[in-house]
């Protein structure tokens, strides 16, 4: 990918085109910050979006899920548009139209793959763990066949991918100005709450850190 | 739509059943809940997922963008499946396989219709503004006709959607609850920061109350 150019016109943003961008590393820290995607796919004629996990390595974006999901056996080998997003802010303006969201977003659209060769799906299981919680996988009971069997992990390309970002805050239209009412933005956090151990955690033994929004190849 | 029954067979839930619901009352309440939705449609055999702000009002769930917009166009009178979710927690189990999230979701398929007469149009973007921040259409600088023409309004009806949640926190596998990792939840939740003023705000003037969560007809 271009840092300037849409590999393709169907990710090409036109509407507001200088909200776009095409360089891997933006896309990449859209992807990274985000703990859930949305996988759309179509399925007799008709349009379905399922939201799922997601995570990178390297060139390609994963997602996984049950062996006997409906949406992972429509989706492998079917073309899918797979979007990630975040709101940072609420955008008041002075018009009702000129109200807005500051958001970053990323659309990848591409192919799913089926991960078939088991050491690269347990590889890519241990990579969304670490991804979230760093040092956990070594820490967890280790895998069964059987749970590698009835997991299903996909990737598509980050080959053909786009961003758009707000980040202007309010904008009013020339003159509105001065009408007297309240413009600005006002932020979104999603934060952490404190970590609710099960009845079973001995006392002392301390949750994981959880990493969010570290690009990381 | 029964509370218990699903009005179709592609909004069953099928993973996971004890998860589904079916009562408008479930549905609305996340929709009541979200900012945005991530409206999924099909343009030259290629699944698109556009996120964009959705809101209720009775029966229909609305959407709505510039007139210019490639989304918009493509979805007047065409399928689209609109999803609704929130995540609640990361769960973490003792195998890397039982981790999880919980999460509220909502799936809606349906035609998009198109908003054609003007006065609906504008009381349509009159609830959309009120929903979030409640009071405020009044306050605003009243809406121009070039406004109105520019902005498309979208919905479509809430007769086939589902509901699938997970409420049910950390789930070990039998036997690994004596595995010495932590285990549990650890919630996330989406805060408001302190509103950030534009240069033209008077000194006293205060930001509206911002509204998130709360079912209205």
Request: with cysteine; glycine share 8%.
């Amino acid at each position: 990918m271009s840092a300037t150019m849409p590999p393709s016109d169907r990710v090409r943003v036109r509407r507001k085109p200088e909200r776009g961008h095409y360089d891997r590393a933006t896309v990449d820290a859209i992807i990274d910050g985000a703990i859930v995607g949305h996988v759309g796919f179509v399925l007799d004629d008709h349009p379905y979006v399922i939201p799922t996990a997601i995570w990178r390595q390297g060139d390609r974006l994963y997602w996984h899920g049950s062996s006997a999901s409906r949406m992972l056996r429509a989706t492998a080998g079917a073309r899918v548009c797979i979007t990630v997003d975040r709101i940072d802010a609420l955008v008041l303006a002075r018009s009702g139209f000129d109200h807005s969201v500051d958001y970053h977003s990323a659309v990848i659209l591409g192919v799913a793959h089926l991960v078939v060769d088991e050491t690269e799906k347990l590889a890519a299981l241990e990579a969304f763990v670490e991804r979230l919680y760093p040092g956990r996988w070594a820490t967890l009971r280790p895998p069964r066949p059987k749970e590698l069997k009835a997991t299903t992990v996909l990737w598509t390309e980050l080959s053909e991918a786009s961003a758009k970002i707000r980040d202007i805050g309010a904008h009013d239209e020339p003159g509105d100005e001065t009408w007297p009412t309240w413009a600005g933005t006002i932020p979104l956090t999603t934060v952490l709450g404190d970590p609710i151990p099960d009845p079973f955690v001995p006392d002392g033994l301390v949750a994981p850190a959880v990493r969010l929004g570290v690009a990381a190849d």
